[in-house]
């Protein structure tokens, strides 16, 4: 029998009354009755509530103890009173007599509460994550995290999928995000790199001669920190897979998360099948790559309604004429809505550093016209085009902006968000998932006019290329995509460029001769030249999937050890300092910049 426990503090039933136990855990809450001690004792799995009367020799000692010490308590299983059932634990219907009880282990006052989930200072539970993950919701969200990969596993390996380690230690990447660098000793003056991802290891598995990779990868960049983003390290999902087409990918991903967020959580999958978004047409109509597809409202450009003469709004009109576009977001049944509704989302838009959203409602009397400021502006025959172009009724509302393309996108996106939070449109019920596909291979940098990759430098172009179609580069199209989930990009991914030949021509056109791709990619460009299979895959983010699953909006909610704002693990202390004795066997010298 083990000495510290019979039972897990989740375990006991109404089947178990008469029975004695020992059980083991922390003392979560106290509630001192006078005559009577009632302690809640809480391990990984649940909360048992124990009881001692004043006659018992141990009562003094017990009323004392600090919350958060961690006890063995013997005793014996009793019923609890019909008014005592507690329905909110699985033990709530029995309590423990104790009879004898041994401290394990001592707790000095505690810095922050455990037994509740209260918002605290982050730097204070950065700081003592040790205890800010006892707190429920945390320790289940971390539950849930283990849960999600096991089963993640568990479904790969059912689909066919290997699992291998790629290497931790790695050369530097000439593209992506800065790397972590890590000096050789054996090596003076030379550097590793930690892996942003195992992209090109993942592929030259594939080049190796295997059909199907899998790994909770490990990954290292260094950037800033966001929401939805850890600093330093993030998990990801990485997967690649030979002589497959783009719809293979889908059909493996949808497979994958359909079952995954069906078993892990109650709500909705507004698509079982995922519906395919152009880049074009997402950036068009939703202002963004990331769409949330719970909002319904839709973007939708009227620039054209502007050229005639049945616009009098002369503001846009002069813009229009020197290139800028105009789009708007048409909202339902929205003519009872108060003027201090339209003004406010108008001043919210110039908070964002636009120009303001202009705003009309359709209406109808005797003929067709528009209510607002700008009402005046519009003829009946742009008011009839612009209900065509947006599916308007009468009684809806239009929301406008006028500027270039993208700063237009932005504030639109942005818009969009608000206007559907504000009507309460969406419904945090239901996850929608898409596919957002047919990414420019390539873009022009606003400020050099220098044509450079867009997304991913090594993946496959679309069509037949020859020679002429590299001429008009912007016009090429990649099978590259990303997976999102209300707002929220979970993955990139591509089919990738295998073909040695028309990958030096694409380097080419950003500038690239034959001799930097060979420098630069001379692991990849190698391996791909000795008989290389079609392949291509995905990465999907661990750590955004379970902040999904557990309805967090930080991802430091679901990350166990997570760093600060900046990159600082305040418990470890670090980064740290290192002794003068571990740069010269380096061969380093710090030469720090002044502030």
């Not at 009323?63 to 059932?85: F, Y």
């Not at 945390?138 to 066919?160: C, F």
């Not at 330093?232 to 897979?241: A, P, S």
């Not at 707002?487 to 930097?516: C, T, W």
Request: aromatic share 10%.
């Amino acid at each position: 029998m083990n000495k510290y426990r019979t039972h897990n503090c989740n375990e006991l039933r109404k089947e178990d009354i008469d029975k004695k136990i020992s059980i083991s855990g922390w003392i979560n809450k106290k509630r001192d009755h006078g005559n009577l001690l009632f302690i809640d004792l809480r391990d990984n799995y649940g909360i048992t509530q124990c009881i001692i009367d004043k006659d018992n020799k141990n009562f003094l000692e017990l009323e004392k103890i600090q919350l958060e010490t961690v006890i063995k308590i013997e005793g014996k299983v009793v019923n609890r009173s019909n008014d005592a059932v507690n329905k909110e634990i699985q033990t709530g219907e029995i309590e423990i007599a104790i009879d004898e009880f041994e401290t394990l282990g001592t707790c000095k006052e505690l810095p922050m509460p455990v037994f509740s989930d209260q918002e605290y200072a982050e730097e204070i539970r950065l700081k003592y994550r040790f205890l800010d993950l006892r707190r429920k919701k945390i320790h289940e969200n971390i539950i849930l995290r283990s849960k999600v990969i096991s089963y993640i596993r568990s479904e790969m390996s059912k689909l066919g999928f290997l699992e291998f380690q790629t290497p931790i230690l790695t050369s530097s990447s000439p593209e992506g995000a800065r790397d972590f660098l890590v000096p050789s000793r054996l090596n003076p003056g030379k550097f590793y790199a930690l892996p942003q991802a195992p992209q090109q290891f993942k592929q030259l598995i594939m080049v190796s001669g295997f059909d199907k990779y899998f790994q909770i990868a490990p990954c290292f960049r260094d950037e800033d920190a966001r929401a939805d983003r850890s600093p330093g390290e993030f998990y990801q999902l990485d997967l690649e897979m030979s002589f497959v087409e783009q719809e293979d990918v889908f059909n493996v991903v949808e497979t994958l998360l359909v079952n995954t967020f069906k078993k892990f959580s109650n709500k909705k999958l507004m698509y079982d099948q995922f519906p395919k978004i152009s880049y074009a047409d997402s950036m068009l109509k939703y202002g963004s790559d990331k769409p949330d597809l719970r909002n319904p409202l839709i973007i939708s450009d009227i620039t054209k309604v502007f050229t005639t003469d049945d616009v009098s709004f002369e503001i846009f009109k002069k813009l229009v004429k020197s290139g800028s576009k105009v789009r708007c977001i048409s909202t339902k049944n929205t003519k009872d809505k108060p003027r201090s509704f339209f003004d406010n989302i108008d001043k919210w838009a110039k908070e964002q550093g636009a120009s303001g959203l202009a705003y009309f409602t359709f209406e109808k009397d005797k003929k067709l016209s528009a209510k607002g400021p700008i009402g005046k502006f519009f003829s009946e025959e742009a008011l009839l085009e612009i209900m065509k172009i947006t599916n308007s009724e009468i009684g809806d509302s239009i929301f406008m902006a006028c500027s270039k393309q993208t700063d237009l996108e932005k504030i639109t996106a942005l818009a969009r968000d608000k206007i559907g939070k504000d009507l309460d449109l969406i419904d945090e019920n239901i996850f929608a998932f898409c596919w957002i596909v047919d990414y420019p291979m390539f873009e022009k940098d606003e400020t050099t006019n220098k044509i450079e990759f867009s997304h991913n430098p090594f993946s496959m172009p679309q069509g037949n290329l020859k020679d002429k179609d590299l001429e008009k580069p912007l016009e090429i199209l990649a099978y590259q995509y990303d997976i999102v989930c209300n707002g929220i990009e979970l993955s990139s991914g591509a089919i990738r460029n295998h073909k040695p030949e028309l990958m030096y021509k694409l380097f080419s056109i950003v500038g690239y001769d034959k001799n930097q791709v060979d420098e630069k990619f001379s692991g990849m460009i190698n391996a791909l030249s000795y008989g290389a299979p079609p392949h291509g895959g995905i990465a999907p983010g661990i750590d955004r999937i379970v902040m999904l699953l557990a309805n967090e909006k930080n991802i430091r909610e679901v990350t166990m050890f997570p760093m600060n704002q900046n990159a600082q693990d305040l418990m470890m202390k670090a980064p740290s300092d290192v002794t003068d004795e571990q740069l010269k066997e380096l061969g380093l010298a710090l030469k720090i910049k002044k502030k």
